[in-house]
């Protein structure tokens, strides 16, 4: 999931470099949303497995 983060995030980079501010701040977006899923489903396992 957190390769997913870095693609977006390059393509956020690569695209505001470029000027296309549109398409940057979309991936930034997405890229952002995956990250925090990912710290959830993390934090999630971690509780998981302390209780188990």
Known sequence: ???????FLLISVVAGIFGFTGI???SATIAKFIFFVFIVLFIIALVLLIFR
């Open 1 to 7: 999931m957190l390769k997913w983060v870095l693609i």
């Open 24 to 26: 940057a701040q979309a």
